[in-house]
């Protein structure tokens, strides 16, 4: 079955420990990305990949890491939790290209509350 | 700066026609999507335009107006399983990043 696949779902943490969320496609899609969810403010973009070694900042990356060293696997680092990091987030996967039709896999959301 | 501008609340009645609208201001604007969210879940794909139109799928239609940075997302034949959150996003052609509207939360009565 194709799909994107998060881990943890739930996951509370305190300010300052080091955490990683996962993300994996099973899809071979070259671009990957992360989101975060807040009431009233949609999704706002952390980062992006547009393939293996190739990733930029999206919106609002302060705080974060990526890495994408396999085309499978992109996962997202929290170096130093804050509570302003409280939030829904999901991982995306398409195959874009230039001429591609917009459509974003999302996996199932983490959420994460840094105490 | 970059921004998506779409209704926070619509109400529909059940076997109804209703319209979500979105203004977009981007720059390097490629396309416009549109993508449900029911509570608890993950936003799933609707319908996607980069060409001035519509676009029909099912239920669903999309248009997009590029002279006007405006589009629709059409609903028709509500049905009850159709109330959730919609949102609008719009692809930018500078990096492929993707700006997402704050969303529609559609409730559909009987």
């Known amino acids: 079955e194709a799909q994107v696949t998060q881990n943890p779902r739930y996951l509370i943490t305190v300010t300052g420990k080091k955490l990683t969320v996962t993300c994996s496609q099973n899809?071979?899609?070259?671009?990957m990305s992360w989101y975060r969810q807040d009431p009233g403010l949609g999704l706002r973009q952390i980062y992006y990949s547009m393939n293996v070694e190739v990733t930029d900042k999206g919106d609002v990356p302060e705080g974060y890491k990526v890495s994408r060293k396999e085309k499978r696997n992109f996962p997202l680092i929290l170096e130093s939790p804050s509570p302003n990091q409280t939030s829904l987030y999901f991982c995306?996967?398409?195959?874009?290209?230039?001429?591609?039709?917009?459509?974003?896999?999302f996996g199932s959301g983490t959420q994460l509350s840094v105490l | 700066g970059q921004s998506l501008e779409q209704p926070s609340e619509v109400t529909a009645v059940e076997g109804a026609i209703v319209q979500i609208n979105c203004t977009y201001q981007t720059s390097g604007f490629y396309g416009l999507s549109w993508y449900q969210q029911h509570d608890g879940g993950a936003p799933t794909f609707l319908s996607y335009?980069?060409?001035?139109g519509l676009e029909e799928t099912g239920r669903f239609s999309s248009f997009l107006s590029r002279s006007d940075s405006y589009g629709y997302l059409l609903l028709q034949e509500l049905q009850m399983k159709d109330s959730a959150s919609y949102f609008c996003a719009a692809l930018n052609t500078g990096g492929f990043k993707t700006i997402f509207g704050a969303g529609t939360r559609l409730f559909v009565k009987a």
């Open positions: 335009n980069a060409l001035d």
């Open positions: 995306a996967s398409s195959s874009r290209g230039p001429a591609t039709n917009e459509k974003l896999f």
């Open positions: 899809m071979n899609h070259e671009y």
